[in-house]
T-cell receptor, first 111, second 110 residues
Framework: DAGITQSPRHKVTETGTPVTLRCHQT?????MYWYRQDPGHGLRLIHY???????DKGEVSDGYSVSRSKTEDFLLTLESATSSQTSVYFC??????????FGQGTRLTVV | TQLLEQSPQFLSIQEGENLTVYCNSS?????LQWYRQEPGEGPVLLVT?????EVKKLKRLTFQFGDARKDSSLHITAAQPGDTGLYLC??????????FGTGTRLTVIP
């Protein structure tokens, strides 16, 4: 199994609070991704990174920011959590673009 | 947004039956991946197809990429309960991105 760790695995937070999710890899892969998975929508890309400090937006980036200060860590921040951001969040990594290994997911509930 | 439609959305079959799942788009992809996801876990890559018309086999699973690289199919022969899960296709229009279909949820009844 690819070495990807997401933390926390579960989180409940209040509307309006900032939340940071962490993805840590031990594979030294270049590309890292954050997806959210919702019923009826499948997996949708939030942000991705193609190197340290190199990031770009995906299709559902509003309300989210990311940072990658080290190859192994990719952080996703919800600046002010809303109920619409209740979801399961997956981090993924790849060395060759478009081939990804996924983490186990973080279930986030915004109340 | 690249739209990938998967059909059927839900499929429930008896052990030993054959089935085919489809992934269709109006867009051309440089590659297409199939994943299986089990409850509480992340998707796991099954196969990548890159050439139009390509056929790949993984034990009882056969994957085909359409000639025009817009669609793909997954055929399972003699389904087993261990095949139960959510099957996702994902297309890469170019580098650095994957667009996912909404998935086919397969249940194989013993």
């Amino acid at each position: 199994d690819a070495g990807i760790t997401q933390s926390p695995r579960h989180k409940v937070t209040e509307t309006g609070t900032p939340v940071t999710l962490r993805c840590h890899q031990t594979e030294n892969h270049r590309y890292m991704y954050w997806y959210r998975q919702d019923p009826g929508h499948g997996l949708r890309l939030i942000h991705y990174s193609y190197g340290v400090k190199d990031t770009d937006k995906g299709e559902v980036s509003d309300g989210y920011s990311v940072s990658r200060s080290k190859t192994e860590d990719f952080l996703l921040t919800l600046e002010s959590a809303t109920s619409s951001q209740t979801s399961v969040y997956f981090c993924a990594i790849s060395e060759l673009s478009a081939i990804a290994f996924f983490g186990q997911g973080t279930r986030l509930t915004v109340v | 947004t690249q739209l990938l439609e998967q059909s059927p959305q839900f499929l429930s079959i008896q052990e030993g039956e054959n089935l085919t799942v489809y992934c269709n788009s109006s867009s051309v992809f440089s590659s297409l991946q199939w994943y299986r996801q089990e409850p509480g876990e992340g998707p796991v890559l099954l196969v990548t197809v890159v050439t139009g018309g390509e056929v790949k086999k993984l034990k009882r699973l056969t994957f085909q990429f359409g000639d025009a690289r817009k669609d793909s199919s997954l055929h399972i022969t003699a389904a087993q309960p261990g095949d139960t899960g959510l099957y996702l296709c994902a297309g890469a229009p170019g580098a650095n991105n994957l667009f996912f279909g909404t998935g086919t949820r397969l249940t194989v009844i013993p």
